[in-house]
């Protein structure tokens, strides 16, 4: 039977989530992401109530600015050291197993310094364009460094998710997150450090204290799985893994032409405190996508497994199962959280209009279907990373020409009725691609 839209309908959402034989991992991952959303929205509250929603959108706009040379110049070390690592691991290879770290990690070293040079070089032109104020160049460049130790965290994440170490990058996740809600306590309640400034500092101390927790969880493990293992040089494995390293760089360059594009277009088109608006509404979405980030991860080395093997079933049904429960879930929240819309922006005190509520509505359709498109990236990078390639050269040409037209016509309902004509043509490519694996 194909992964289709008929399959919606006949499916048991608490039958197919416990009968999961990865539902301690996936128990332990939502648990994080519960966790996780919880201060996601503590610190728009802190952020809307002590700064102000046009903070906010700033601070949005720097986050999606730097997210474009982020984009430009990460290499996506997890996903290459997952896929190699797994398959020398298949062939109890451990010396190229090592060296896949080796590689990973001098890859990340060297991507976020150009990172860190590309910010400087660019920080004037961006917070004049998009920001409009040009003494906040500095706040981008701080902000920069923040990403500078997420780079280095890619071949550590990389590793453990290959081992299924997967509660280690849970409580990694949680670790930085409360060190963001305690450094951004510590500025408003005894500091009085109430600048825009102060947030992305708040973030940086969180980023770099994260990275060296990251760290040692990593050595722990690393230690007495390779002790005695020399790493020797293997020209056809390092061929190998910058050959799928530069698809998913290109895959992620191009994808900086889109990825957060749609908070840039509304920041260059109308103003700051519509984009914190957006994003404060996102934000409250954010429980919906977090919905499937635990099977991206999950998921990743079991379809790895699969694709090597030649399970084509197997690799349908795991991803059918997933989804299904995805959006039965992820409605139920919608509707819950639709309810209770306007008590939440008053509790962050931001001023709420009735006209939220059907931006609400929107946004909830696009985040939906994005979040059942969750397979999208571990399947591309396991059957063909070209995929990815193709669609986000796409989303490229249509984000700079339909979003902006639309937006520039109709304002902010522009951008979401573009959003969910462009997710909805992501996922129906992606599930030919799909069936096309399987089937043919």
């Given at each position: 039977m194909q992964f289709g839209i008929k399959s919606f309908m006949f499916a048991n959402p608490v039958r197919a989530l416990i009968s999961s034989k990865f539902k301690e991992h996936l128990a332990f991952s939502y648990i994080t992401q519960f966790i996780v959303a919880i201060f996601g929205v503590l610190q728009i509250f802190l952020i809307n109530k002590y700064y102000g929603i046009e903070?906010?959108?700033?601070?949005?706009?720097?986050?999606?600015?730097?997210?474009?040379?982020?984009?430009?110049?990460?290499?996506?070390?997890?996903?290459?050291?997952?896929?190699?690592?797994?398959?020398?691991?298949?062939?109890?290879?451990?010396?190229?197993?090592?060296?896949?770290?080796?590689?990973?990690?001098?890859?990340?070293?060297?991507?976020?310094?150009?990172?860190?040079?590309?910010?400087?070089?660019?920080?004037?032109f961006l917070a004049n364009f998009f920001l409009k104020d040009i003494n906040l160049a500095h706040e981008i460049i701080i902000y920069a460094y923040i990403t500078f130790f997420v780079f280095l965290r890619g071949t550590i994440i990389g590793y453990l998710q290959a081992k299924e170490l997967f509660h280690k990058i849970n409580a990694i996740n949680i670790f930085d997150w409360s060190l963001r809600i305690l450094f951004l306590f510590l500025f408003i309640f005894y500091l009085d450090w109430l600048t825009l400034k102060d947030i992305i500092y708040s973030l940086l101390f969180a980023s770099i204290v994260s990275f060296f927790y990251a760290l040692f969880i990593f050595i722990n493990s690393y230690l007495p799985e390779f002790k005695?293992?020399?790493?020797?040089?293997?020209?056809?494995?390092?061929?190998?893994?910058?050959?799928?390293?530069?698809?998913?760089?290109?895959?992620?360059?191009?994808?900086?032409?889109?990825?957060?594009?749609?908070?840039?277009?509304?920041?260059?088109?109308?103003d700051s405190q519509v984009v914190g608006i957006y994003q404060t509404i996102k934000k409250i979405l954010s429980p919906v996508a977090m919905l499937s980030i635990p099977f991206s991860m999950l998921i990743y080395p079991k379809l790895i497994d699969y694709f090597t093997n030649n399970k084509k079933l197997r690799f349908l049904n795991i991803i059918k199962k997933i989804s299904l429960n995805v959006l039965f879930l992820g409605i139920c929240y919608v509707m819950f959280?639709?309810?209770?819309?306007?008590?939440?922006?008053?509790?962050?005190?931001?001023?709420?209009?009735?006209?939220?509520?059907?931006?609400?509505?929107?946004?909830?359709?696009?985040?939906?279907?994005s979040t059942i498109t969750w397979w999208a990236r571990p399947f591309s990078n396991v059957v063909n990373v070209n995929y990815s390639i193709y669609i986000n050269i796409f989303l490229i040409a249509y984000q700079l020409s339909v979003a902006i037209y639309l937006v520039s016509?109709?304002?902010?309902?522009?951008?979401?009725?573009?959003?969910?004509a462009?997710?909805?043509?992501?996922?129906?490519?992606?599930?030919?691609?799909l069936n096309k694996y399987v089937f043919n």
């Open positions: 903070v906010f959108g700033q601070l949005t706009i720097i986050i999606s600015t730097v997210g474009i040379l982020n984009s430009l110049a990460t290499a996506r070390s997890s996903e290459a050291v997952t896929k190699f690592f797994v398959i020398e691991k298949i062939k109890h290879n451990n010396q190229n197993a090592k060296f896949v770290l080796a590689i990973g990690m001098t890859i990340d070293f060297i991507t976020a310094i150009i990172l860190i040079a590309m910010v400087y070089f660019l920080a004037n005695g293992v020399k790493i020797q040089y293997n020209k056809l494995l390092f061929q190998k893994y910058l050959k799928f390293n530069l698809k998913t760089f290109i895959s992620s360059s191009l994808k900086a032409g889109n990825r957060n594009i749609d908070n840039l277009i509304l920041a260059f088109f109308l959280a639709l309810y209770f819309l306007e008590d939440l922006f008053i509790f962050m005190d931001v001023e709420f209009l009735n006209e939220y509520k059907y931006y609400f509505s929107l946004i909830s359709v696009f985040t939906l279907i016509m109709y304002g902010v309902i522009g951008l979401f009725v573009s959003l969910i462009m997710y909805l043509i992501i996922y129906f490519y992606y599930l030919i691609k």
